[in-house]
């Protein structure tokens, strides 16, 4: 029974996972990925943000970071600013963990204190701002209001 238990658990996350992945562009990933090239990611996102008329956010972390799953937790418990932030930005994960610090790639960017970290870029991919998520945070969470803020103070003016 726990075999076909798992075999049955299997097949469904294996067709949720294809059915999401052709509503998402490449170099949108939903983890953190050490081995992805950001670089390549970046310059595929502003072509998606170029022909979306949207601003790139670059998010920043690893799977290791404890305040990264919570951030990603709260937006999909908050689909007004998930739906929101996917309207007005193309959001890429930017990985940044032991495996692979992306060094080369974040260093065209303000030094990053803590995890996770927003950037807002223009569509172009030109830097508009550096946002610490700590000051997103409300007690062991995020603050709703503040993320919708924030979205909206960066979202392009349309």
Known sequence: MKKVSFIVFTFLVVITTSLVAQDIPESTTLKFDPSRDSFKDLKEAVVDAQNTDKRILLDVGGEWCIWCHRLDGFLEAHPELKNFMHDNFVVLKINWSPESKNEKFLSQYPKVAGY?????????????????????EKEKSYDAEKIMDFLKEWAPKK
Do not use: M, V
Request: net charge neutral.
């Open 116 to 136: 996770p970290h927003i950037f807002i870029l223009e569509k172009d991919g030109k830097f508009l701002f550096s946002k610490n998520t700590g000051e997103l």
